[in-house]
């Protein structure tokens, strides 16, 4: 029997005796976690097993064949965890990693700013040490969930007297405190799913500082290479978002059933088993012996194997302990153009029913939903255009962007609402 075979049979033998659907979600997700089968690619000392991405991901289709629900997926899991896992002390894994492992806290991400998205190295708010606090003032804008969130992952500058990218600083930071103030946006699939958030002179103690003072944008870098990191474990596939905020006390076959028609789970669903649900929408429209709709299916199916093969490959090539690096950026463009190839899809078979919007309309209205969602996915986690750009200079070596404001102290540049002294 080969390692892997024990493994599965590990962890089927766990799932058989523990699953239920009758459990409260919080306490299926409290025991799952801390099994270390909800996210078998972390550490064995940190919710994990220490296994390979292959190697987990047979353990998730273990579970997925079983029907067993998945740990939770969100923030939390697939950017604030493998970030605390990366740059944190034992301390800080110890005080959040249960919490995230178990779906207990809700996390966002307060990167992006009014005046700095693409460039975020250019971001004004500001962290000020007071004693053992930092003193934070400014304004994050696009933060998905932070209307639900207990905890963000922050980036705030420590020190405008140094280059842009030298002068940042990583926290974790309390969101339930005075000096927070959330202001939820709308969308056009008229859905809030992300936010301003203000902060006036809100509290982060020293302890809660992410690895060294002025290495925010190396520690970010991590963030961000698993934000485009499709074969990212913590995505936690065929579990609960958490970028809303679950009902822990119901039983995880409620929490299912209310899951079912939301939009989120039909992305998910689309992004997991394209084969369904698409071939389902496809010959639910009587489109099945289409030789064109099926042509465009087979693309779809071909770019979503294509996708998941050089994640493989990107991760066996990757050096034990080594960080996602470039490769990631061309994963994420496989992903937005496959969102895409899917929506266009969609709305050429519904023909006039694609037009259609709300519950009666096809599929609930959830594909009409989707398909307004995905322009986000070129934006979200940096642009396709920057995509290009990574790609560019640091996988093939081509030359820099001109960017005369690099080595120039950031007082001294005119970013966001900064206008320095003339
Ligand atoms: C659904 C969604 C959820 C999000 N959630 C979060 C979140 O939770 N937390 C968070 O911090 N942020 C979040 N964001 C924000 C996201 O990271 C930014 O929108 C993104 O980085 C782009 O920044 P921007 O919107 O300021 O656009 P800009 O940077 O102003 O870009 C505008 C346009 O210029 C192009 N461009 C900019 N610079 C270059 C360049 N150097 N070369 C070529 N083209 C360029 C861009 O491609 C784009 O087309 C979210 C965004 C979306 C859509």
């Known amino acids: 029997m080969t390692n892997t075979a024990e493994t599965l049979d590990e962890a089927g ?54 029907g067993v629900f998945g740990p939770p997926s969100g923030i939390a899991t697939f950017l604030a965890a493998p970030t605390i896992l990366a740059h944190g002390t034992e301390a800080q894994k110890e005080r959040y990693l249960p919490g995230i ?31 053992d606090e930092w003193i934070i003032s400014g304004q994050k804008v696009w933060t998905s969930g932070a209307q639900y969130a207990r905890y963000g992952i922050l980036i705030a500058r420590t020190d405008p007297g140094v280059p842009k990218h030298k002068g940042l600083t990583y926290f974790l930071i309390d969101m339930h405190q005075p000096g927070v103030e959330v202001r939820p946006l709308r969308e056009m699939t008229g859905d809030s799913g992300f936010n301003e958030v203000f902060f006036t002179d809100a509290r982060v103690h020293d302890r809660d500082r992410l690895d060294g003072i002025g290495e925010g944008w190396r520690v970010a870098m991590t963030t961000l290479a698993n934000e485009r990191d499709p074969s990212n474990p913590g995505l936690g596939a065929g579990g609960g978002s958490l970028i809303g905020s679950p009902d822990l006390s119901l039983t995880v076959a409620a929490y299912r059933r209310r899951q079912a028609s939301d ?9 997991g088993g394209i084969s369904t649900v698409l071939e389902g929408l496809v010959r639910s429209f009587g489109r099945g012996d289409d030789p064109v709709a099926r042509q465009r299916l087979m693309a779809i199916k071909t770019m979503h194997e294509t996708q998941r093969w050089t994640a493989e490959r990107a991760k066996a090539s990757a050096r034990a302990g080594a960080q996602p690096g470039p490769e990631t950026s061309t994963l994420k463009l496989m992903g937005t153009r496959m969102s895409r190839a899917i929506r266009d899809l969609g709305f050429s078979v519904m023909g006039p029913h694609g037009m259609l919007i709300g519950d009666d309309a096809p599929v609930d209205g959830l594909f009409h939903k989707y398909a307004l969602f995905v322009q986000a996915g070129s934006i979200a986690g940096g642009s396709d255009e920057v995509q290009h750009n990574i790609i560019g200079e640091r996988a093939l070596g081509l030359p820099r962007e001109p960017d005369d404001s690099r080595d120039r102290p950031f007082r001294e540049l005119r970013v966001g609402t900064q206008r320095p002294p003339s």
């Open 263 to 271: 939009t989120d789970a039909f992305s998910y669903s689309l992004g």
């Open 101 to 131: 492992a178990t779906g207990r806290d809700v996390w966002c991400q307060l990167f992006s700013e009014p005046g700095a998205g693409s460039d975020m190295a250019s971001l004004q708010t500001r962290a000020e040490r007071d004693g």
């Open 13 to 66: 033998a766990w799932f058989d005796a523990n699953w239920s659907a009758d459990l409260p979600l919080g306490q299926w997700w409290d025991r799952l976690g801390r099994s270390g089968w909800g996210f078998p690619a972390w550490p064995a000392a940190w919710f994990g097993r220490g296994l390979s991405n292959a190697a987990a991901r047979a353990v998730i289709g273990e579970r997925l064949r079983r």
